[in-house]
């Protein structure tokens, strides 16, 4: 990927607002059916302005293994192990560019709300589901599943956290920390995570609305 510039955060930002003015036109049918059909229109905008093509494939489990796995690991005991990622997406042009979605339960412990040093590092909060944070290398949302099969024996949701990481190329750097990359990571793991917990049955899509929220919150304890 080329060396992020001011010009490039700047075209990034406008590519996201035209695709969700939908000012890119109709979405080509092999884009929209990447990810297992979980893309929506502004994801797949997305996905095109961070790898720079509109041009790639994917690859995963896939929704209904997803869903299926998040359902036996909240009936299991223990920590649940790793599984296979829902969606990988990638460019054929540069080696190890892509994108990786991941679907997993958590623990409290694996929350990154405890203080200034995410900000300091360049993590920043955002007011979707229970918590989501997101930098230029990777995007986190945590959220909780409440309904049939994902209630645990106390009756509390099941804890679902959904992960996008960045996989940068062989040669190159990250994309510049922007919000307008930021906002782009997000708009990808959103539609993701919408589609899952709509196959899973979350009541109320587990606090997810139709649209990502972009408002940036502060840090537990930032003044």
């Known amino acids: ?56 494939h994917s690859a995963g489990v896939g929704l209904d293994r997803t869903a299926k796995v998040l359902t036996e690991d909240r009936a299991a005991t223990g920590r649940p192990p790793g599984h296979p990622a829902m969606c990988e997406v990638g460019t054929d042009t540069s080696p190890r560019l892509g994108v990786k979605i991941d679907l997993r339960l958590y623990e409290d412990a694996d929350l990154y709300d405890d203080g200034t040093q995410w900000t300091k590092s360049g993590r920043y909060l955002y007011a979707m589901g229970r918590e989501t944070s997101a930098d230029n290398k990777t995007a986190r949302l945590f959220l909780g599943c409440a309904g049939p099969g994902m209630n645990g024996p106390d009756g509390q949701p ?9 996989d940068k190329p062989v040669k190159g750097a990250f994309p510049a920390n922007t919000p307008a990359t930021r906002e782009a990571y997000l708009t990808v793991l959103h539609s993701v995570t919408l ?20 408002e940036v919150k502060k840090w537990r304890g930032e003044q």
């Open 1 to 56: 990927m080329r060396r992020a510039s001011a010009t490039a955060s700047t075209a990034l930002a406008l590519g996201l607002l035209l695709t969700a003015c939908g000012g890119g036109g109709e979405e080509p049918p092999q884009a929209a059916q990447k990810c297992d059909g979980t893309l929506s229109p502004a994801a797949v905008g997305a996905l095109e302005s961070v790898l720079g093509t509109k041009e790639f």
């Open 195 to 214: 589609a899952v917990v709509k196959e899973l049955g979350c009541e109320n899509d587990a606090g997810l609305t139709e649209k990502p929220v972009f």
């Open 158 to 166: 099941a804890p679902i956290e959904s992960v996008l990481t960045f």
